[in-house]
């Protein structure tokens, strides 16, 4: 028997389902089932959707780690009951006061991470204590509460995440390939080390039985001080200057005036319009955007048929897509995207409640792991948000003293312009493959319109670059031939790793209630109901 070369290698010989949910009462949508059930508990509880998130995003720094947390930062898009205009939280990415770009010198070679920037020496933009940016995240959902949430307090909105803390990661199966997957770096770094690499080696589940859990050094005992204390603490507190002190120590530059300046800012959220019908609302500016704008303005010509998306809308799609990213990364100091699959650190969480409030919020570390330094008095896995700036001098995405870089995040919120008819709220983790998921999965919805779960088991394209495509294999064989006829294609699986598309979740909200559906791929993703 002969194997065709062009056939892929398949690692998943299985189908997969992932259930939608749905209630009157809200739903939380997460890459982590327990971070949406302590969403949900706050909906139950008598909070809003804003509360809601930011329980949900507490509780992901304790049970997905990798993914974000306390040393993070993010964009929210909060669209209120009753309101035609969403609002943007923006805690996005701000480099340190003290950043040098001489810090970052240059080997001459390049680095096929993420990005494909020029290589620094020692990769100390990718990781370590020159890799942080200022931690927003916690600034953020505090900013999000104060601005959009009930009178609720804080505390109870951290409980269940203390609880989960308390209780530890669950060490299982997925936990040591994603740890494993980072344990090259995680070993340089002592406190990180310690947690996630016990006996120098990524932390394994029983063969049989069950998984059981391992605590994340001081994570528990800040979100207690945070409870106690209030948000405000993390930035003028006690947990500031224990997070300083640790940073100092490690040779960070992130200092008391980074932390004490920290603000979040709620502005209004720019809008796209989707074929005349819809409005697409955005965290805008150094986000995915602008660019989801101009793929959406790209297939206007192209319009849906009564069958689904066919060979000639996914050629056409892929021509946009690697169309609009040439412009994207034109003078941004890269002429290409990665080649190589990355593996983002990124989480996104969707939310409405029982009133029909949305709220949409991407939250990231950038890398897997971020930085992988913990800090070690505070548990706090920081991130690598240096990655995002071109180490170039002089580049139009340069390292500089409180800069902020483009970052991939893409939030949205879409309304119908009539007032009538349902609304919907999701986005993506993936890094640059957010915006061609949450592209799709709009155009699934919106325009085909299907319905949650078949939008999120459609078979879908990735387009990270102007240089090349990504299909899915389960795709038809006339699309894969009209994507070959397009441009250069490489056919893909689908699968948990590696990550060759992102992972979107999708909210859908109309008079008769809400439904809800998480990633099909990710083994921990779920939508949770709030009872009534």
């Avoid at 029982?354 to 330094?373: A, N, P």
């Avoid at 948990?496 to 999708?506: S, Y």
């Amino acid at each position: 028997m002969t194997v065709a070369a062009e056939v892929p290698y398949r690692t998943q010989n299985w189908t997969l389902a992932k259930p939608m949910a749905s209630g009157r009462n809200g739903v939380v949508v997460s890459q982590n089932r327990e971070a949406a059930e302590a969403g949900a508990a706050i909906l139950e509880a008598g909070g809003n959707a804003a509360d809601a998130a930011v329980a949900a995003c507490f509780a992901l720094a304790a049970v997905e780690p990798w993914n974000s947390g306390l040393g993070g930062i993010g964009f929210a898009v909060v669209l209120q009951a009753g309101e035609t205009k969403a609002k943007v939280v923006d805690f996005g990415p701000v480099a340190p006061r003290r950043a040098d770009p001489s810090a970052y010198p240059l080997t001459g070679a390049m680095k096929k991470d993420l990005f494909t920037w020029p290589e620094v020496v020692g990769d100390v933009n990718i990781h370590g204590p020159l890799s942080f940016v200022i931690p927003s995240s916690v600034a953020g959902y505090a900013k999000l509460k104060e601005s959009f949430g009930t009178a609720m307090p804080v505390a109870e909105l951290l409980a269940p995440a203390i609880t989960l803390a308390k209780r530890g990661l669950a060490q299982d199966w997925y936990t040591t390939l994603k740890v494993a997957s980072s344990a090259s770096v995680l070993r340089l770094y002592a406190e990180s080390a310690r947690i996630y690499l016990p006996n120098g080696l990524p932390p394994v589940p029983p063969y049989q039985g069950k998984p059981g859990f391992f605590t994340l050094g001081q994570l528990a005992a800040t979100l207690e001080r945070l409870a106690s204390a209030g948000l405000d603490d993390f930035y003028t507190g006690e947990i500031a200057g224990r997070l300083v002190a640790d940073i100092k120590a490690l040779g960070g530059v992130v200092d008391a005036q980074d932390l004490a300046g920290c603000e979040a800012i709620v502005r209004d959220a720019p809008t796209i319009d989707w074929r005349g019908t819809h409005l697409v609302h955005t965290a805008g500016g150094l986000t995915a955007a602008p660019t989801l704008e101009a793929v959406v303005k790209g297939m206007d010509a192209t319009q849906p048929g009564p069958g689904g998306p066919d060979a000639g809308w996914f050629a056409s799609l892929s021509r946009v897509m690697r169309e609009a990213y040439a412009s994207r990364l034109e003078g941004l100091g890269a002429a290409k995207a990665a080649t190589e699959p990355g593996d983002t650190c990124t989480t996104h969480l969707t939310v409405v409640d029982g009133e029909g409030t949305l709220v949409t919020v991407t939250t990231t570390l950038l890398s897997s792991m971020g930085s992988r330094v913990v800090l070690p008095d505070t548990g706090v896995l920081m991130n690598n948000g240096m990655m995002w700036f071109d180490p170039r001098p002089g580049s139009a995405n340069a390292i500089a003293p409180g800069a902020r870089p483009l970052c991939n995040m893409c939030p949205v919120i879409v309304t119908p312009k009539s007032g009538d008819g349902p609304r919907f709220a999701g986005g993506a983790s993936g890094g640059r493959r957010i915006l061609a998921s949450v592209y799709q999965m709009l155009a699934w919805t919106v325009d085909f319109g299907m319905g949650l779960e078949d939008a999120a088991h459609w078979p879908r394209i990735d387009v990270s670059g102007p240089d090349q495509t990504s299909a899915d294999l389960r795709l038809p064989a006339e699309v894969l031939a009209a994507l070959e006829v397009a441009g250069p294609t490489v056919v893909v699986e689908h699968g948990v790793l590696p990550i060759n598309f992102a992972c979107p979740n999708l909210i859908r909200v109309d008079a008769d209630g809400a439904q809800g559906i998480s990633d099909v791929i990710s083994p921990w993703s779920a939508a949770v109901a709030a009872k009534g």
